[in-house]
């Protein structure tokens, strides 16, 4: 692994962090959470820069579904962070004297929202790149070889994450804020400050297993449709000479 290989998933990681931080607005307080927001939105444009080659190579994108799924993926979480970026300046207090009072109840209404989307959709985007983030966590951690053992307690491990996951969304409400209800049922910080970023983790686990597991169906399925188109096709007859 290159170091600049390296240091860019360094920072998109700690991007991740700050996004998860910054969803835990009445625990940081308002300073922190500009702050942060601000810091990953640069890690954000950094990102993209990054990875300026892939959108050079959209028109050669290969017409299957991971491939277009991918695509879809990108283009919804480039316009979630964008709603997210407009809206965190028109509600910013640090920019309240310099710019008009257009930031009201439905402006950070639309922030909260825009917010959690990115968050599932940052998920999603993790789930399809989840084979590669775990070979390369294989060769960080100096694995070598296949253990039946080791696949079935990462697949246990990977069930019981995403039942919590389930309840994690039914406890932090996650539909309503999805859907942009009005709800007074935030997260309480005076009585648990590690079981909200517990629950969010869940969250996170759910959608990149869901994802993961959803491309491997597709994968399958595609497969055996063409090995059955394959065994379908009618054997030429042999020309005697």
């Known amino acids: 692994m290159s170091r600049v ?7 998109d990681g700690f991007a991740a962090v700050l996004l998860v931080f910054g969803l835990s607005y009445w625990w940081l307080g308002n300073v922190a959470h500009e702050i942060a ?6 890690l954000l444009i950094a990102h993209n820069l990054f ?3 892939w959108y050079g190579n959209l028109p050669r994108t290969r017409r299957e579904p991971r491939s277009l799924f991918n695509v879809l993926v990108t283009a919804g979480l ?3 962070m964008l709603v997210l970026l407009v809206t965190s300046v028109l509600i ?3 920019l309240a004297s310099v710019l008009p009072p257009w930031g009201g109840f439905t402006v950070r209404q639309i922030h909260t929202v825009a917010a959690y989307w990115v968050l599932v959709i940052v998920a999603v985007h993790l789930g399809l790149r989840w084979p590669m983030l775990m070979g390369l966590a294989r ?4 694995i070598r070889g296949a253990s039946v053992v080791r696949t079935w307690i990462l697949r246990a491990t990977t069930g019981v994450v995403a039942a919590f996951g389930v309840w994690s969304c039914l406890v932090l409400g996650l539909g309503m804020k999805l859907t942009m209800q009005m709800s007074l049922d935030w997260w ?4 648990s400050v590690a079981g909200f970023f517990i629950h969010i983790g869940a969250v996170t686990g759910l959608a990149i297993s869901g994802t993961y ?5 597709i994968e399958v399925a595609r497969r055996d449709r063409r090995q059955g188109r394959v065994a379908a096709r009618p054997i030429p007859e042999s020309v005697s000479p």
């Open 37 to 42: 927001g601000t810091l990953m939105f640069v």
């Open 5 to 11: 290989f390296a240091l860019r998933l360094w920072l």
């Open 139 to 142: 060769i960080g951690f100096g």
């Open 92 to 94: 910013s207090n640090a």
């Open 188 to 191: 309480n910080f005076e009585e």
């Open 51 to 53: 990875n300026r080659r």
């Open 213 to 217: 597991y959803a491309m491997k169906l």
């Open 78 to 80: 480039l316009s979630a």
